[in-house]
């Protein structure tokens, strides 16, 4: 622990690794409102990697899935948090296990949403409640700023996250036989209704490698974004390449250092957004409006909204997905490249088309 000797605050996102990213916003806004804080976040495995690379995070817990039907866990994790006499704590993710944490840190003043946005029962743990008036998860999450009592006064909005030198060293070698001169291809999807398909993938990679000169490389995590990685190259006649295993400290280097990302709503994709990466984002069940990358510097496409309850959207096939022509990515990727070479601001293209 730091010798802060300001509030003690606790953020408890404890996932998914791309909403945690789209947290980080409030991090920086609460170290802007109070420098002398102790800022500390409670998450689960996945994401604590990167937010302890984050310079306005004091202290990262994690929890592991499922903590919350493990007495002994669930136990040892209260008195951990317990020890750090947190004033003050932050529910951004509105659910039973994170407002669970919350309330089992023992802070007096627990900050959550009502309305849509508190659900499983949050609403009756923490103690003080928002609504909010916005649709992007950035945004809603910095409307929890509006409980305390200092005004707010934010500047702009902050997902960047440093690199960690270690990874940095170790892909170098990849960077320099890439020559800076490649486009990152993300296949996966927490959700098989997010993906689009390994042959619009292959397709794409064919035309970024004649019309564009420039490598297509797939990034996979996992035996099964392996195997898609592997019908992408083959597919693609081998104008894909496949990157080599990475960890996702070692992922944020490579997208940093390539011209843009490609890629369904998911953790890589706010990874590329976070590591200062122009996106193509490509949505079917979520909308690009409430969780897609932030800001005029990407282009998010959408042909259909895929409908339903999360579940729903989640078990359903990628139809949606599919609406997208490799057309239209290839002409998003050619006006980014526009973009960026001229300095000019873009707003971002979302073509809507609720089915």
Not at 163 to 176: S, T, Y
Not at 278 to 298: F, I, K, M, N, W
Request: glycine share 8%; aromatic share 6%.
């Amino acid at each position: 622990m730091n010798g802060r000797n300001g509030p003690r605050i606790l953020i408890t996102r404890l996932s998914h690794i791309g909403d945690c990213l789209l947290t980080l916003p409030l991090a920086v806004e609460l170290r802007r409102q109070y420098p002398d804080c102790h800022l500390a976040w409670l998450t689960e495995p996945a994401a604590e990697p990167l937010l302890r690379l984050h310079p306005d995070i004091d202290e990262v817990f994690v929890a592991p899935r499922g903590w919350l039907l493990q007495w002994k866990t669930a136990s040892r994790l209260r008195r951990t948090l317990r020890e750090r006499k947190f004033d003050l704590t932050f529910d951004p993710q509105g659910l039973l296990k994170s407002s669970s944490a919350a309330y089992l840190s023992g802070a007096r003043r627990r900050v959550g949403f009502t309305g849509e946005f508190g659900r499983e029962g949050s609403t009756f743990l923490n103690n003080r409640l928002v609504l909010p008036r916005s649709s992007h998860l950035v945004d809603r999450t910095l409307e929890l700023l509006d409980s305390i009592p200092l005004p707010r006064t934010c500047g702009p909005v902050d997902l960047h996250l440093p690199l960690c030198n270690v990874a940095l060293q170790k892909m170098q070698p990849l960077l320099a036989t890439l020559s800076n001169r490649f486009v990152v291809l993300n296949p996966g999807g927490n959700w098989p209704s997010k993906r689009w398909s390994m042959q619009n993938f292959a397709a794409l990679a064919e035309r970024i490698r004649l019309d564009l000169g420039l490598i297509p490389l797939v990034v996979w995590g996992g035996a099964e974004e392996s195997a898609m990685a592997d019908e992408i190259v083959a597919a693609s006649f081998g104008a894909a390449s496949k990157a080599p295993p990475t960890s996702l400290r070692e992922l944020a280097v490579i997208l940093s250092a390539a011209e843009c990302f490609v890629g369904g709503d998911t953790g890589p994709l706010h990874l590329a957004e976070a590591s200062g990466t122009h996106c193509v984002a490509l949505h079917g069940p979520t909308r690009p409006e409430d969780s897609g990358v932030y800001g005029p510097q990407h282009i998010s496409i959408q042909r259909h909204y895929q409908q339903g309850t999360r579940r729903q959207r989640r078990n359903g096939t990628n139809w949606a997905m599919q609406a997208i022509t490799v057309d239209e990515v290839f002409e998003a990727i050619c006006s980014l490249r526009k973009a960026t070479s001229t300095g000019s601001v873009r707003s971002p293209v979302q073509r809507h088309q609720v089915a």
